[in-house]
């Protein structure tokens, strides 16, 4: 399995929920609304979940081993410090009247 594009769907800078994710697997297969949540220690990768009739949310997908579920943070949490980099260079570039 291998994980063939990332896109960073929406980029939020209020409360703890940071980005909104889409992976493409394979280029065969789509999961939508990953999210990546800024815990106490550090940026984690949440699947999409909802919630069942007990109030409790369940991951409608997720990685079945340690090795997946290492792969697929790894690989969404570059994706993401790489589109925040590039959102600071623009600031920066911004900041600093632009090119010209």
Do not use: C, W
């Not at 990546?36 to 909802?50: C, N």
């Not at 090795?67 to 993401?80: N, P, V």
Request: avoid cysteine; aromatic fraction near 4%; hydrophobic fraction near 40%.
């Amino acid at each position: 399995m291998e994980i063939t594009d990332v896109k960073i769907r929406k980029i939020l800078s209020e409360g703890r929920l940071r980005a909104v994710v889409s992976v493409t697997i394979d280029e065969m297969l789509a999961i939508h609304d990953i999210k990546v949540v800024q815990g106490d220690e550090r940026l984690f990768v949440a699947m999409p979940s909802r919630k069942d009739e007990n109030g409790v949310f369940r991951d409608i997908i997720h990685p079945i081993t340690p090795s997946s579920r290492k792969m697929f943070e790894e690989t969404i949490l570059d994706a993401y410090d790489r589109q925040m980099a590039v959102i600071a260079a623009e600031r920066a570039e911004d900041e600093n009247g632009g090119s010209e």
